[in-house]
């Protein structure tokens, strides 16, 4: 019966093309007809006319092509793949089709190959761009993000769909801050109604909100130092050389993942040196723990063009080194933070802060007295996250018991980070701060700059990280028995938890 059915099919189709081209006999005037089919939503009517063209002029490529987009949008992929393949010569979309249908199908592999296809023959074409992301993505690959913002840097009405499909991509690479600013830009451009609840959704289940979201960061590092003025923290003024060992874990994380956005995190940190020299007062040159704890308040709020995240920070910072011959605790450094983010979309954003702090030394009775810091810290981050500039500009005032320590001044910083490809990183940062001392006699200030630099490679797979780098210091002091430089050279490995 169903042979029955199927021969019936045939001779009717047969019949109807036969009539077809009793009315579009000649070449253009079935390309024609297809077309305007096509325009008005007519897929039916135009693969009949583009079969009878396949059929009357096979060596013409616009009569397959044409037919295997009309079998696609019949969702008859196989129809579609075979005339597709014959059309690939002339007509390069042919393989953006053959993709959709691979990927549609489930295999993102043979989408992929399809696709960069396409993107060697048209570089650069917005839908290709979104469509490799898209393959790319259902392959678990963290670079669909590049693509997707390639897509809609090369044309802005794809703005809205690549965001979606980036946050996607990095909510699944446990990337949750980017994933979070992209899908919140869906929700503020707004110009597609059907992404804008998807990504609502999305957000909904990346927060957990109501539960508490256990995601967590952390990071790993042994620096190898070559350092020309080791332990400086402990005598900045002192002179020596020699290899010290820094050991430094921080972890981080979100507990409540909804408003208000709570996250806390900590830190730990070994300095010791490995070549003694003598010290005046001890003696010796002793190694240097830190230990620390960062809790951060904030409290989102997507605005139509900007949006906002009021919030607070504090700090603890606890040091403990060789102090008048004995191990303890050396300096206590306390901040209280309240802080601003203004986001201009997933990528930019700037930091409005205000920092209230005191350090304090118990073991020698010297309190640095309220220090005070305002700035502005302007960001750029790139689809990775492994890429980014940022800078800021600050005024710092500290009122320290002891004069020498008692000062005030603008501070200016720029940091960045490269990703240089297949895995090699490059960071670096610059830093100067201009010191006016108070109630000194002769009246003097300073001006200390800082310059890092480190290369190396980040394994994505492994999350393993190699660098080496260089710390050039100058403090340059009016007083000319003050100034001193430090210069340090370093391999770092580490690992990202």
Avoid at 72 to 91: C, E, K, M, N, P
Avoid at 168 to 182: C, M, P, T, Y
Avoid at 431 to 444: A, G, L
Wanted: with cysteine.
């Amino acid at each position: 019966m169903r042979h029955l059915i199927k021969l019936t099919a045939v001779c009717l189709t047969a019949a109807t093309l036969l009539a077809g081209t009793a009315s579009a006999a000649s070449r253009e005037g079935l390309i024609s007809e297809g077309e305007q089919a096509l325009l008005d939503g007519n897929a039916i009517v135009a693969e009949r006319a583009f079969i009878v063209g396949m059929d009357q002029f096979p060596g013409d490529q616009r009569f397959p092509y044409y037919a295997g987009v009309a079998a696609y949008i019949l969702h008859r992929h196989g129809d579609a793949s075979r005339r597709l393949v014959q059309a690939t010569d002339d007509f390069p979309r042919a393989h953006f089709y053959l993709a959709m249908i691979a990927l549609e199908d489930g295999r993102p592999e043979e989408a992929l190959q399809q696709i960069d296809a396409y993107l060697e023959r048209v570089p650069r074409d917005p839908e290709g761009e979104l469509l490799k992301g898209l393959a790319k993505l259902k392959l678990a690959d963290p670079d669909a993000v590049n693509h997707f913002n390639l897509a809609a840097q090369l044309d802005k009405k794809y703005l809205s769909v690549a965001l979606f499909y980036r946050g996607l991509s990095q909510f699944e690479h446990n990337e949750q801050a980017g994933a979070d600013k992209a899908l919140r830009a869906v929700m503020r451009l707004g110009d597609q109604p059907a992404l804008l609840k998807l990504a609502e959704q999305t957000l909904d289940v990346m927060k957990n909100r109501g539960d508490i979201a256990r995601t967590w960061w952390g990071e790993a590092y042994i620096d190898t130092i070559y350092d020309d003025n080791l332990n400086r923290e402990v005598a900045a003024n002192r002179r020596g050389e020699g290899i010290r060992m820094l050991t430094r874990g921080r972890f981080w994380g979100t507990v409540m993942d909804e408003d208000p956005t709570i996250t806390v995190g900590g830190w730990f940190a070994h300095d010791q040196p490995i070549a003694e020299i003598e010290e005046p007062i001890t003696g010796r040159v002793s190694g240097r723990t830190g230990i620390g704890l960062f809790g951060d308040v904030g409290f989102y709020k997507p605005l139509e063009k900007l949006s906002l995240d009021p919030g607070i920070e504090t700090e603890l910072d606890l040091s403990m080194a060789d102090v008048s011959g004995g191990y303890g605790l050396s300096r206590v450094d306390v901040v209280f933070r309240p802080r601003l983010y203004l986001f201009a979309d997933h990528e930019r954003s700037t930091k409005i802060f205000y920092e209230l702090g005191v350090i304090a030394d118990p073991a020698t009775g010297f309190n640095s007295g309220i220090r005070n810091k305002f700035g502005v810290r302007p960001s750029w981050t790139g689809s990775n996250r492994r890429t980014y500039v940022s800078g800021l500009i600050a005024f710092e005032n500290v009122s320290a018991d002891a004069d020498a320590f008692s000062y005030f001044g603008p501070v200016m910083v720029l940091d960045a980070q490269g990703d240089l490809g297949k895995g090699w990183i490059l960071e670096t940062t610059a830093s100067y701060k201009k010191k006016f001392f108070r109630d000194v006699n002769p009246e003097r200030d300073e001006d200390a700059l800082l310059a890092h630099v480190g290369v190396g490679y980040w394994s994505r797979k492994k999350k393993v990280v190699t660098l080496v780098g260089t710390d050039q210091e100058v403090h340059l002091n009016t007083d000319d028995t003050r100034s001193w430089k430090a210069r340090s050279y370093w391999l770092r490995l580490g690992a990202y938890l």
